[in-house]
T-cell receptor, first 112, second 113 residues
Framework: GNSVTQMEGPVTLSEEAFLTINCTYT??????LFWYVQYPGEGLQLLLK?????DKGSNKGFEATYRKETTSFHLEKGSVQVSDSAVYFC???????????FGAGTTVTVRA | GAGVSQSPRYKVTKRGQDVALRCDPI?????LYWYRQALGQGPEFLTY????????KSGLPNDRFSAERPEGSISTLTIQRTEQRDSAMYRC???????????FGPGTRLTVT
């Protein structure tokens, strides 16, 4: 079964609002954790990653902290923009991280 | 530089036909991956190559699915005797080395009628 569970969407926000997308994973060992983003009409892009417990990944104002005690990797951004409208996927590495296991994706729409 | 490219971008085929999906990875990338993504779901792993060697094909759903990468660069995912349940987005990714950051192509949307 899927070893990554993320918050269901869709999520609709106003510009400058705070965004959180929850992600939890099942853990055997210490997998690397990732957030990928898919903007409309584009392919998947790596947004940020963390490779060990307590690491914080950050990019484009987004942050996520690898929490081993809660097996979570929640994505946050303090002030979203219309250009952040996209589908966000949480993922974990499997078997040495060459294989990725993805969550179902969360669609985020930011309104001006 | 050029990213991962996939062709065709869209493919409509009749049930029972064979299809071949192509992936051209980023130049110099050793590892290549195939994923399948159903509507409303995240990508699911199909298979993985290091150079020309297929290292893991555990995600291929049945023996109608096969993949090759004969010269360690371009890869082809072949689906024989397609069925409607094969309809999905097929995504290819490459990385400089196994467990490195994976760069995804735009995907091929396959529709089996």
């Amino acid at each position: 079964g899927n070893s990554v569970t993320q918050m269901e969407g869709p999520v609709t926000l106003s510009e400058e609002a705070f965004l959180t997308i929850n992600c939890t994973y099942t853990a055997t060992g210490y997998p690397s954790l990732f957030w990928y983003v898919q903007y409309p009409g584009e392919g998947l892009q790596l947004l940020l990653k963390a490779t060990k417990a307590d690491d914080k990944g950050s990019n484009k104002g987004f942050e996520a902290t690898y929490r081993k005690e809660t097996t979570s990797f929640h994505l946050e951004k303090g002030s979203v923009q219309v250009s952040d409208s996209a589908v966000y996927f949480c993922a974990r590495g499997v078997q040495g991280d060459y294989k990725l296991s993805f969550g179902a994706g969360t669609t985020v729409t930011v309104r001006a | 530089g050029a990213g991962v490219s996939q062709s065709p971008r869209y493919k409509v085929t009749k049930r029972g036909q064979d299809v071949a999906l192509r992936c051209d990875p980023i130049s110099g990338h050793v590892s290549l991956y195939w994923y399948r993504q159903a509507l409303g779901q995240g990508p699911e792993f199909l298979t993985y190559f290091n150079y020309e060697a297929q290292q893991d094909k555990s995600g291929l759903p049945n023996d109608r699915f096969s993949a090759e990468r004969p010269e360690g660069s371009i890869s082809t995912l072949t689906i024989q005797r397609t069925e409607q349940r094969d309809s999905a987005m097929y995504r290819c990714a490459s990385s400089y080395a196994g467990a490195g950051e994976q760069y995804f192509g735009p995907g091929t949307r396959l529709t089996v009628t």
